[in-house]
């Protein structure tokens, strides 16, 4: 935690860009508006390590980062090292170190969640992606899904959950409104680092 007051809170936007470029600034500009440091690689506001692969330098952001805010879409995204997607690493590197970390999550990606719950394969015993084939498309990954059931805890029972509000939105001034709701209350958010603290960092 900033002990110093002087000092800026540093918040990291998790790296989901393609197709997103203008809001995602929008985002970036309206937490730096509220003095916030921003870490973002889309924005050029990470360190980085030329002897690192791009996976290691986002890792090594939210190791940085005092809060997390993560941003769940139906792009998949284009950085992926290997079987690992960048976004996804970021997401579970922070739950992981348990940085207070808030989600925002698109429309469609719950959409698809709950269209694809319905549908069953004739063979039981087959899970529906085992079956089907998606191919690459500018519309959806279902890939995304395992992210958003990652973020809201899906394995954990129901009464054991917490730490698992994932926001939806479809509408840039309907994520606005909930990162206004979040970071615009200094007090609240001192709160919240001051008890982590408290915790030893847990």
């Not at 007051?5 to 500009?29: A, C, H, P, R, W």
């Amino acid at each position: 935690m900033r002990k110093d007051g002087n000092k800026k809170i540093k918040i990291m936007v998790g790296s989901t860009v393609y197709g997103f470029e203008d809001q995602l600034s929008t985002i970036v500009s309206q937490l730096t508006t509220m003095g916030y440091g921003v870490l973002n690689s889309h924005t050029g506001t990470i360190k980085v390590n030329p002897e690192l692969s791009n996976l290691e330098n986002c890792l090594n952001a939210v190791d940085e980062c005092d809060l997390f805010l993560g941003i769940v879409r139906p792009h998949y995204g284009s950085g992926n090292i290997g079987e690992k997607n960048i976004t996804f690493e970021e997401i579970k590197r922070a739950m992981e170190l348990k940085k207070p970390y808030w989600f925002l999550v698109h429309r469609d990606v719950i959409f698809a969640r709950q269209l694809f719950k319905k549908i069953k394969t004739r063979d039981n015993a087959k899970k529906l992606f085992d079956v089907i084939d998606i191919k690459p498309n500018n519309l959806f990954d279902y890939r995304c899904i395992e992210i958003y059931e990652y973020v809201i805890k899906q394995t954990v029972l129901p009464e054991l959950r917490n730490g698992n509000w994932a926001q939806e939105f479809y509408r840039l001034d309907e994520a606005m409104a909930y990162i206004n709701t979040q970071f615009s209350d200094r007090e609240f958010i001192m709160t919240i680092l001051k008890q982590k603290e408290a915790n030893n960092g847990k």
